[in-house]
Each structure stands twice: as structure tokens, then as C-alpha cells.
């Protein structure tokens, strides 16, 4: 069975740093896209940081310069390092990948980390 694993978020202040990690976990797929989402109560997700099908790293314009979407191929896995982070940042964090298995494209979330940046 293919899950997204999440893992790293926390409460930190304002100025600090967090590094989120997820992992693609099962067998029998390859990646197309992953990425990372936040969603505040209230609001609608929105798309942080993620890689294309050709590689390239997107990020919303709110994180840039701030944030840095990494990978690991050989582990399935995608980090978001967070610098500077600010209270506006605070949000549950979802991790997105679009896996490619049997011939189809397949849509996945994680189960969500709550990232809380205090004042």
C-alpha cells in the first residue's frame, strides 16, 4: 500500500527554523510530482513549495527566499527546510505527490503537520 509519511513540524518562534520531511512509502511506483501544501482553518490549501514532472522547484511567492524544497530520489522522500519563519506561517503542512503506478496516475496526500510559529 502507498502512503505519504510526514514527519517535523512543531511549535518554534518567530525567526526560527523547522525541516519537514516526507516519504513515499510501498513499492511498485515512481514519482511525478511532490510536493508540500498548507491549509489554515478557515482558508483554502494553498501550494508551498513542490517539483514538477520535469524537476523544477516551484514555490509561492510568500516563502521564497525563506523556504527550500529538497529531495532524496534513492528514498522517495521531499524535505521543506524553513528559515525565517513567521506567524503567518502557521498552518497544518500537507505533503502532495502524484505517483505513477500500473499505467495510471494516482493523487496523494499525507496526513497533515501542524507547524505553529509563535509571536
Known amino acids: 500500500q502507498v502512503q505519504l509519511v510526514e514527519s517535523g513540524g512543531g511549535l518554534v518562534q518567530a525567526g526560527g527554523s523547522l525541516r519537514l520531511s516526507c516519504v513515499a512509502s510501498?513499492?511498485?511506483?515512481?514519482?511525478?510530482?511532490m510536493g508540500w501544501y498548507r491549509q489554515d482553518p478557515g482558508k483554502q490549501r494553498e501550494l508551498v513549495a513542490r517539483?514538477?514532472?520535469?524537476?523544477?522547484?516551484n514555490y509561492a511567492d510568500s516563502v521564497k527566499g525563506r523556504f527550500t524544497i529538497s529531495r532524496d530520489d534513492a528514498k522517495n522522500t521531499v524535505y521543506l527546510q524553513m528559515n525565517s519563519l513567521k506567524p503567518e506561517d502557521t498552518a497544518v503542512y500537507y505533503c502532495?505527490?502524484?505517483?505513477?503506478?500500473?499505467?495510471?496516475?494516482?493523487?496523494?496526500w499525507g496526513q497533515g503537520t501542524q507547524v505553529t510559529v509563535s509571536s
Open positions: 502532495n505527490a502524484k505517483l505513477y503506478r500500473s499505467g495510471l496516475f494516482y493523487n496523494y
Open positions: 510501498g513499492s511498485g511506483f515512481s514519482i511525478d510530482t
Open positions: 517539483f514538477t514532472s520535469g524537476g523544477t522547484a
